[in-house]
């Protein structure tokens, strides 16, 4: 499930249930070699690639979501967030100083938030109306595309990093889960 390419192109994360618990796993890309990086009862999700291609950051699907750092090799597992806010959906900015999440608060409802890669600095950056989620990063790192939910309407829209100038760019019923072209 869930597969992403390493930046340098010779490795391929992703999620398998083999085992019972869904755990990432990392292989070759011709599938020769496959290594099992997590060991645990929570369901690992959405590994993506640092852009050094040195690690992988993910969550976990449990009664609070944590968002994890690892080493390619599985070692060196860190968590970033704690237990106060139901975080997921970390993307990495192009230069892998920052991880941009989907963090929920009291109530359910999703904002925005960006930290630095170590975890420290996190910071809301969404303040408009609705709920928003699936955050990633231009490839230049000027912007931030979004998924947002207001009112039973689903839109596509992209912010600076800091949350000034939110713009909505699509909506549809639905729509959801933006990525971005090689070029921005």
């Known amino acids: 499930q869930t597969p992403h390419w390493s930046p ?26 496959q290594t099992q990086l997590t060991f645990n009862v929570e369901q690992d999700k959405r590994p993506i690639w640092s852009p050094d291609s040195q690690r992988l950051t993910y969550f ?9 750092v690892i080493d390619a090799d599985g070692s060196n597992v860190t968590a ?3 237990n106060s806010t139901y975080a997921e959906y970390p993307r ?3 230069d892998g100083s920052q991880i941009a ?9 999703y904002d925005i938030w960006v930290m630095d890669a170590d975890g420290s ?21 000027d912007l ?17 990093p800091d949350g000034s100038g939110e ?9 959801e889960a933006p990525t971005w072209a090689p070029n921005g």
């Open 8 to 33: 340098d192109g010779t490795q391929i994360a992703f999620v398998s249930d083999r085992d019972g618990d869904s755990e990432i796993f990392v292989m070759s890309v011709d599938g020769a070699t």
């Open 60 to 68: 976990t699907d449990a009664d609070d979501a944590l968002i994890f």
């Open 80 to 82: 970033l967030t704690d």
């Open 92 to 94: 990495w900015s192009p």
């Open 101 to 109: 999440f989907a963090a929920a608060d009291e109530v359910g409802a």
């Open 121 to 141: 600095n996190q910071r809301r950056v969404s303040f408009g109306q609705g709920s928003y989620a699936t955050p990633v990063w231009s490839p230049r790192g």
């Open 144 to 160: 931030i595309a979004f998924t947002k939910l207001q009112s039973g309407r689903f839109f596509i829209g992209v912010m600076r």
């Open 167 to 175: 713009r909505l760019l699509a909506e549809d019923f639905k729509i």
